[in-house]
Structure formats: structure tokens, C-alpha cells
């Protein structure tokens, strides 16, 4: 693949209210000693009731500009990731780009679950190298405690709230998108989905009393096709790239459970010291935990320009997806 697109900015937005496992403690039978064995996490942003996910996306979003050294006249294209956006519709996007001031820029949804930051960053790569869009807004965001059934122990612990958000350019010096890859497996959206509220169980008190709109996992089956599913994308992202695993300064999985992020690098025989793990301080953000992660990678100084890095990730869908950039 031609690096004619780079990422030049970065930023990320989580709430201010943190919810500990000691908190989850008092609300469900749980411990933390029970969460932190089975998914690494100790605690998750919790966004205030009646917040809109637009809010956290634009704080992202200008920040990523920030950094970039842009402003947000400056964007032709905001591609935002979500499953829990403001509305049904219209698309999360369209009020973050009012919300930013970046009227001229094209802006929409995409809804891939916790690939959606990754499908939306391939989407707009190939959209620019058409030629209609020099500078982008990718946003991968989420109020999953929306969806969250506060009683069911085994879903509650696990989620965040979050938003993160690169802007994407003209590459410079081979730096920027090397390889990707997308993949859906349509067969097991029985294994993780929200049913209601959409047109086959609409809102409704029925719905609502049944519990529809909640988060539903079966989570033993969704493990095992996480790991397989991010090696196989990886993988591929890799090919493409035409780079080995062990050339990657940093390896950023999607944050959704320490046990996970492990069997995949395990798989790959690749160094946890290079793998960045920030699952335990923000839980599983879905479509927000890689550019999270990559925003945090960034400012830390662990990634440097010209660095190589690897993403992967995998959601409800099911769908997987991996990048490896230059930066």
C-alpha cells in the first residue's frame, strides 16, 4: 500500500467521574479481586447522565487538531465510529462537526462496534487517496454505560466511556498507512449485540421491561473468536505491509480484557514490554480504546515519528480489523 496518508494529531476525552472496582463492589455481587483475575481492568470513566457522546467527540476531536497544528475549517471529512451515538439519528458526526465549527467537512457514522475507529481510519484513507479530501477527522467513541445493565455482573464491570480521535493528512517520508484489513463474520451476532431499539424490537415498553436494549455477550465464545479473529487481521495487515511482527516499535490491541490482549500476543510471540496495555485504568471503550491508546502512546513519547505500529482489534458483528502505520 502507498503511505500517501499519515496521521498528524491526535487527542482523546474520557469523563471526569471513575468508577473503581471497590464502586462495583457496593452496586453487584462482585470483587475486584474477581475483575482484575478475569479481565485486568480496575477501574472505567463513567459518563454523567444525559451526556452526549458528540460532547466527548468534539473534545477529542479539537484536541487531535490541537496537535496537529490545524483548525477545524481545515477538515474535508469527520468519519466517527460508534454504536452508541446522540440519536437513532441523524448520524453522531453531523453534531460534532457543528459542535467543532467544521462546516465544510462531509461527516458520518460508522457502526462496526469496537472495530469502528479502525473501519472508519481505512474508510477515510481510501476516500483522500481518491483525491476529494486532504485532511480528515477519524473518531472512535463511546458511551457504553448507556447500554450497560448495571445488575448483570458479568457485562458491567467490563465497559468505559470514552472518545478518541486522530486527523489524517498528506504523508510525508514513506510515513503513514502501510497495510490494513478489514473482516466480518456475519454468522455469531448472536454472541454480542444490543436487540432492541431498532426496527425488529422497536422501543417500547415491552422492549424496555425485557431488557433489549442492554448489552448481551456470551463470553467464553466471544474470547475465542477474538483472539483468532485479531491474529488473522494482523496478520494480513501485515502481509500488505510487507513488514514482520517483530519490525513493530509498539503493538496497540483493542483494550477489551487483558486476557485477550495477552493470547494475542502470545500467538505472535510478541514482547509484552512493546505491547501497550491501558485496560486496567479505562475498561473496554469499544470503537475509543485504540485511539485512546495510540493518543496516549503518542504524547508519552513511546511512539516517535517514524515508528512503526501495529493495530488490531475485534468486535460485535462479529467484525476485526487491523492497521500498521508508520508514524
Request: charged share 15%; proline share 4%.
Amino acid at each position: 500500500m502507498d503511505p500517501n496518508v499519515m496521521i498528524l494529531g491526535s487527542g482523546h476525552a474520557v469523563p471526569e467521574r471513575i468508577l473503581s472496582n471497590s464502586d462495583l463492589e457496593v452496586m453487584v455481587k462482585t470483587s475486584d479481586q474477581w475483575i482484575v483475575e478475569r479481565t485486568g481492568i480496575r477501574q472505567r470513566h463513567i459518563a454523567a447522565p444525559g451526556a452526549a457522546l458528540s460532547d466527548l467527540a468534539a473534545s477529542a476531536a479539537m484536541a487531535a487538531l490541537d496537535n496537529a497544528g490545524l483548525n477545524p475549517a481545515d477538515i474535508d471529512l469527520i468519519i466517527l465510529g460508534t454504536v452508541s451515538g446522540d440519536m437513532k439519528f441523524p448520524a453522531t458526526a453531523c453534531f460534532v462537526q457543528e459542535k467543532i465549527g467544521a462546516h465544510g467537512a462531509v461527516a458520518f457514522d460508522i457502526s462496526a462496534a469496537c472495530s469502528g475507529f479502525l473501519y472508519s481510519l481505512q474508510v477515510a484513507a481510501a476516500m483522500m487517496q481518491g483525491g476529494n479530501y486532504r485532511h480528515a477527522l477519524v473518531i472512535g467513541g463511546e458511551i457504553l454505560s448507556a447500554l450497560v445493565d448495571w445488575k448483570d455482573r458479568d457485562t458491567c464491570v467490563l465497559f468505559g466511556d470514552g472518545a478518541g480521535a486522530v486527523v489524517l493528512g498528506p504523508s510525508q517520508q514513506g510515513r503513514g498507512l502501510l497495510g490494513a484489513c478489514m473482516a466480518t463474520d456475519g454468522r455469531h451476532t448472536q454472541l454480542l449485540h444490543s436487540p432492541g431499539g431498532g426496527s425488529l424490537h422497536p422501543p417500547s415498553a415491552a422492549s424496555l421491561a425485557a431488557g433489549l436494549h442492554f448489552i448481551r455477550m456470551e463470553g467464553r465464545e466471544v474470547f475465542r473468536h477474538a483472539v483468532l479473529s485479531m491474529e488473522q487481521a494482523l496478520q494480513k495487515a501485515l502481509l500488505q505491509a510487507g513488514v514482520e511482527v517483530q519490525a513493530l516499535d509498539l503493538l496497540i490491541p483493542h483494550q477489551a480484557n487483558l486476557r485477550i490482549i495477552e493470547a494475542v500476543g502470545k500467538r505472535f510471540d510478541f514482547p509484552a514490554e512493546r505491547t501497550l496495555v491501558n485496560v486496567d485504568r479505562f475498561g473496554n471503550t469499544s470503537a475509543a480504546s485504540i485511539p485512546i491508546a495510540l493518543d496516549e502512546a503518542r504524547r508519552s513519547g513511546r511512539l516517535q515519528p517514524g515508528d512503526l505500529v501495529g493495530l488490531v482489534t475485534f468486535g460485535a458483528g462479529f467484525t476485526a480489523a487491523a492497521a500498521v502505520l508508520r508514524i
